[in-house]
């Protein structure tokens, strides 16, 4: 069973950056890929960014592509999250999570991970 901590979250203005990490560990095989997801209170958990642990395939919501980077160090067996150009709307819990293998779910659906990070809270202030 793979373990998932997220860190990195915080308080920064509108207009800052963060860089989230998840670091992974108990895995004693490579993952098909890991992602990014948020749940802001009273919405639904949303997708934000995946990538293939293997070749480094990302995806991205539209409504970070070209602000949030996704990024992996398979030395470090760690996932990255790069936010810039943060906005109020942008303040959510982040979870970091981890898919065994591919399914046809993935990588949007939630219901493609098999195990998740505890989050950590980014607030944006305007």
């Known amino acids: 069973q793979v373990l998932l901590v997220e860190s990195g979250g915080g308080l920064v203005q509108a207009g800052g950056s963060l860089r989230l990490s998840c670091a992974a560990s108990?895995?004693?095989?490579?993952?098909?890929?890991m992602g990014w997801f948020r749940q802001a209170p009273g919405k639904e958990r949303e997708f934000l960014a995946a990538?293939?642990?293997?070749?480094?395939?990302?995806f991205y919501a539209d409504s970070v592509k070209g602000r949030f980077t996704i990024s992996r160090d398979k030395a470090k067996n760690t996932l990255y999250l790069q936010m810039n150009s943060l906005k109020p709307e942008d303040t959510a819990v982040y979870y970091c999570?981890?898919?065994?293998?591919?399914?046809?779910?993935?990588?949007?659906?939630?219901?493609?991970?098999?195990?998740w990070g505890q989050g950590t809270q980014v607030t944006v202030s305007s």
């Open positions: 990538i293939t642990w293997g070749g480094g395939t990302t």
């Open positions: 108990g895995r004693t095989f490579s993952s098909y890929a």
């Open positions: 999570a981890d898919a065994l293998k591919y399914s046809s779910r993935w990588p949007y659906n939630d219901g493609a991970y098999d195990a």
